[in-house]
């Protein structure tokens, strides 16, 4: 009997395939407002073991958050669901792009028994886009919502959702399962689209959002953009306008972070002075809540932000009984 042994190393697969042959991008000093520092408190680690335990991944990990020291060391977690592999390539985004694998029946048990393990008031779930899925996914949000509200039925839920692009029926599925906040991000101004989302289309993701008011008018609304993509300021107040015309609640507002050389480049920092001005602007423009500053990200603070949220929802009611 022979035994053949291939000793030939192969390379590991690259995280970002469509990006390996783009030339390398400036990468811009960071100034000291945006500087973190790295996570080693006991929670921290105590949230990643409940993570790992459960063979759950977070977009805190796969998007590389400057937050995730902050929100793990309070057992904050935001759960990413359907794999850690998009079927789309942003060219702001850090979750690696390539062809899924099938959909993991226990994950919604799963994320249910983390939730109940950390103890949490409120939960964020995001998911990778799943363009290969006849429902993007749809009927798998529902049904880890399904399992979150069996286990923790104090526990408040806050989706982040793709877009459905062509995807017929499945906002639907995703807003009759009652989350408590339906969140789907435009990410950028409608001129930046095509080099910065170009799977995605602008208006469809502002019809999606003015579509789940018209499902259910009591559910939370919120969307979020980066900002330091190039964009200027008359763009994005009229982005803002555009998210109050479809009656989005919440806004946020972040400054983008290049992930590596390959990604699109950061043209510039915008100042937390800027990011103020933007709050406020927002605020007059008739958003129950906003989030404007540097390092803000969409499931940042989010279960304070929640409880502030309905609280600014039942004064502006009491104020116009």
């Known amino acids: 009997m022979v035994t053949v042994l291939d000793n030939v190393s192969r390379p590991p697969r690259p995280r970002h395939p469509e990006k390996a042959h783009r ?3 400036e990468v811009l000093r960071k100034p000291d407002w945006i ?27 796969e998007a590389g958050c400057p937050n995730i020291g902050e929100c793990w060391d309070k057992k904050h977690a935001t759960f990413m669901i359907m794999g850690e592999i998009c079927t789309r390539a942003c060219a702001f985004c850090n979750v690696a792009t390539g062809i899924p694998g099938p959909l993991d029946e226990e994950e919604p048990a799963n994320v249910a028994k983390a939730v109940r393990q950390m103890g949490l008031n409120h939960v964020v779930i995001t998911s990778v886009d799943r363009d290969d899925l006849a429902d993007g996914g749809a009927e798998h949000f529902a049904r880890v919502i399904r399992a979150i509200r069996e286990t923790s039925p104090d526990t408040t839920i806050e989706i982040l959702t793709p877009d459905f692009l062509r995807k017929e ?7 009759a399962a009652k989350p408590d906040v ?3 991000n435009l990410e950028t101004v409608p001129s930046k689209y095509l080099t910065v989302r170009p799977g995605a289309r602008y208006f469809h993701s502002m019809r ?18 980066m900002v330091g993509l190039g964009e200027e300021r008359n763009e994005v107040l009229q982005l803002m306008d555009d998210l109050r015309s479809a009656d989005v609640d919440f806004m946020t507002i972040g400054q983008y972070l290049q992930p590596t050389r390959k990604h699109h480049p950061v043209k510039r920092f915008v100042t ?3 990011f103020k001005s933007y709050e406020t602007i927002a605020y007059t423009k008739g958003f129950l809540m906003v989030s404007s500053s540097p390092l ?5 603070h989010a279960g304070e932000d929640f409880a502030r949220l309905k609280a600014a929802r039942e004064a502006r009611l009491k104020l116009s009984a």
């Not at 999606?208 to 953009?225: A, C, H, N, W, Y």
């Not at 803000?296 to 940042?300: D, E, F, K, L, P």
């Open 35 to 61: 500087r973190v520092k790295a996570p080693t408190s006991r929670g921290y680690l105590e949230t990643r073991e409940i993570v790992k335990s459960n063979r759950l991944v977070t977009v805190c990990e």
């Open 23 to 25: 030339p390398d991008q």
């Open 208 to 225: 999606l959002l003015q579509r789940v008011k018209e499902l259910d008018p009591s559910m939370f609304t919120k969307s979020g953009i």
């Open 272 to 274: 937390p002075e800027e």
């Open 169 to 175: 029926g499945a906002l639907e599925v995703v807003v």
């Open 182 to 184: 339906f969140n789907h």
């Open 296 to 300: 803000t990200r969409s499931s940042h």
